[in-house]
């Protein structure tokens, strides 16, 4: 498998524009995360989906954050409008965890966001 | 509410030297699941480690070994003559099943290798 797959890996905006982000996860992983890091606030959850539904969205940080999985193999995070404050990179991780069992994440390569 | 901390922002050590990275973790629950995460300048982030909470022993893999404490719910990872290539930022995680997915991560630790 190829891993969970984000795109783009790069991202520079103007403040205002919309921005998506795009991720695949691992094929039959039931669980998909978006998490945003910076460096004053680290690692945060922005959302999470298990089997396409979002189930916790309490980190997405305002009503400019909205996220999506239509289907199994597919998740978008999109932001609009877009604010230099986003800046950002935002990770999406998907886990096979449907028991319960606590596996791990499987993490991409993240999509570095720059808002100008 | 779960919440993990890892106290050491950044931690320098010279090569071949043994250095621990501590983490603690808050929750209610009692089964939940801990994890330990390597993120290389590179950017991606690494899995390194998975321990549920009913499995308190001890575990090596090579360089590294990690000590699971519930009585001071603590997780501490410590790697053996560190090597340059050990360099990078570590992060500690909690899972709880009564939250099943939910992964909530440390602040990190990074960790400077100098030769």
């Known amino acids: 498998d190829a891993g969970v797959i984000q795109s783009p890996r790069h991202e520079v905006t103007e403040m205002g524009q919309e921005v998506t982000l795009r991720c695949k996860p691992i094929?039959?992983?039931?669980?998909l995360f978006w998490y945003r890091q910076t460096m004053m606030r680290g690692l945060e959850l922005l959302i999470y989906?298990?089997?396409?539904?979002?189930?916790?969205d309490s980190g997405m940080p305002e009503d400019r954050f909205s996220a999506k999985m239509p289907n199994a193999s597919f998740s978008t995070l999109k932001i609009q409008p877009s604010e230099p404050r986003d800046s950002a990179v935002y990770f999406c991780?998907?886990?096979?965890?449907?028991?319960?069992?606590?596996?791990?994440?499987?993490f991409g390569q993240g999509t570095r966001l720059t808002v100008v | 509410a779960q919440k993990v901390t890892q106290a050491q922002t950044e931690i320098s050590v010279v090569e071949k030297e043994d250095v621990t990275l501590d983490c603690v973790y808050e929750?209610?629950?009692?089964?939940?699941?801990l994890f330990w995460y390597k993120q290389p300048p590179s950017g991606e982030l690494v899995f390194l480690i998975r321990?549920?909470?009913?499995?308190?022993q001890n575990e090596i893999s090579g360089r590294y070994s990690w000590n699971f404490q519930k009585s001071t719910s603590s997780f501490n990872f410590t790697i053996t003559a560190s090597q340059v290539v050990d360099s990078a930022v570590y992060f500690c995680?909690?899972?709880?099943?009564?939250?099943?997915?939910?992964?909530?991560f440390g602040q990190g630790t990074t960790l400077q290798v100098k030769p």
């Open positions: 094929s039959g992983h039931d669980y």
């Open positions: 991780a998907s886990s096979p965890d449907s028991q319960g069992v606590g596996t791990e994440a499987f």
């Open positions: 995680a909690l899972s709880e099943a009564s939250n099943t997915g939910k992964l909530i």
């Open positions: 321990r549920n909470s009913f499995d308190e």
């Open positions: 989906f298990n089997n396409n539904v979002p189930i916790d």
């Open positions: 929750t209610r629950d009692t089964t939940y699941y």
